[in-house]
């Protein structure tokens, strides 16, 4: 009996065993998404597709309006189809030419700060025969997180190739100096962004004419907010001399010298613990220190008019500081002080500084000359005077002595000749 009763069990499980394994078979294709992150305002994009290659789908997904607004689609199996109803997405896609893998890819604007989901609520799919493709859905969605946007507009670093920049570079000082050859007419600038969100404008780096030019780095933080970063380029002036023309004729032409132009308003700057207030307009009415070149230069982080010496180990402006008077103020650059000076003389060199007594061979002295003895040249002189004047002395007792010799041979010829006649 106990046989009997186990071959009809046997056979039982044999026959159900086909639907089981159908029950428990893997979905044909799966549903899955990205999970991008943004900036709230911006624009995010989420991707949607197939791990299977499908002809046909059709896909609805819910999405929370508070965070995330519809914006467009791009991409799927060719014939897209995209349906808004405000929080509900329906896509309709097929391919024209068999199955291919579905990819979409949804754009959304960033409403608020948080992260929200995206979730398909329905799907179905076909292959290329027109028969149902088994989806997995349900378990998968996309997840979004929105940030606020950052406040950082600054850089991190900030190169021009030809020259150098002064002062040397610093996120929080937005003007700066620089002297390129003339042979550069365009100004290559590398500006490294301390927040990859961030945007940076180079312009004025082009088409640089002799003598100064402005080029302006504009840094656009996340938020919208704004640093522009200085440059104050001085173009070289090209040499006449080391430029003669097809004729061997060496033009002398003086370059271009663009007018002043002083900033707008006041530039104030501190330094030692003051406060400088540049007056740009008022140093055109002063007469540059001699070996002076006037012009715009980068002082203590502010770019404002004055005079630069050959040197260029310091610099003249002319500024009125707080509670002192107006005039010439001299900034040392190695030393990076300032101090107050004469209006029109520049600052005499520093002397070198003369070997030390022990360090130079002691000469023999030289005899002292009696008091009131005469140098060389004077004795020659004097030697001449006395020669001149013997020889005048002679010259003269000759002349009188031939005359008086004249008086007597007349005298004695004329006598007889008198006693003859009486």
């Known amino acids: 009996m106990k046989q009997r009763k186990t071959v009809p069990a046997a056979l039982l499980a044999a026959a159900l065993l086909p639907w089981l394994t159908v029950s428990a078979k893997a979905a044909d294709t799966d549903v899955m998404f990205s999970d991008p992150s943004a900036v709230v305002g911006n624009s995010v994009t989420v991707n949607v597709y197939t791990t299977s290659a499908v002809a046909g789908i059709d896909l609805t997904l819910v999405y929370d309006t508070d965070y995330l607004a519809y914006t467009g689609a791009s991409g799927g199996l060719g014939n897209a189809a995209v349906q808004d109803n405000g929080g509900s997405l329906r896509i309709v896609d097929y391919s024209g030419s068999g199955e291919g893998k579905f990819s979409l890819n949804l754009s959304f604007t960033a409403r608020a700060i948080g992260t929200t989901a995206l979730r398909p609520t329905a799907c179905s799919a076909s292959n290329a025969g027109g028969d149902a493709v088994s989806v997995e859905y349900a378990s998968h969605s996309a997840s979004v997180t929105i940030t606020s946007a950052s406040s950082d507009c600054t850089l991190s670093a900030l190169y021009i190739d030809p020259g150098t920049l002064s002062p040397a570079f610093s996120a929080n000082v937005t003007n700066y100096a620089a002297t390129v050859p003339y042979e550069t007419t365009w100004l290559a600038v590398s500006a490294v962004k301390n927040d990859a969100a961030a945007t940076a404008a180079v312009s004025g780096n082009g088409s640089l004419s002799v003598g100064l030019n402005y080029v302006t780095v504009t840094v656009t933080a996340g938020n919208g907010a704004q640093r522009v970063y200085t440059l104050a380029v001085t173009r070289q002036a090209q040499d006449a001399a080391a430029q003669p023309t097809g004729d061997n ?46 012009g715009e230069y980068a002082l203590l982080g502010s770019v404002c008019r004055a005079y630069l010496p050959e040197n260029g180990e310091y610099v003249i402006f002319y500024a009125r500081p707080e509670g002192g008077e107006a005039g010439l103020y001299v900034y040392d650059t190695r030393e990076e002080t300032v101090q107050r000076y004469g209006l029109i003389t520049a ?56 005359a008086v010799l004249g008086t007597l041979l007349i005298r004695s010829i004329t006598r007889p000749v008198r006693k003859v006649k009486r």
């Open 347 to 402: 600052p005499e060199a520093t002397p070198v500084p003369s070997p030390s007594p022990s360090a130079l061979p002691t000469p023999s002295p030289a005899p002292e000359a009696a008091p009131g003895t005469p140098d060389a040249s004077d004795a020659e002189i004097e030697n001449l005077r006395w020669t001149v004047t013997v020889l005048a002395i002679a010259a003269a007792a000759l002349f009188a002595g031939a």
């Open 249 to 294: 004729h060496v033009d002398t032409t003086e370059p271009e010298i663009p007018e002043a132009t002083p900033a707008a308003g006041r530039t104030i700057f501190t330094a030692e613990g003051r406060t400088y207030t540049i007056l740009d307009a008022a140093i055109l009415s002063v007469r540059p220190p001699e070996g002076c070149a006037l």
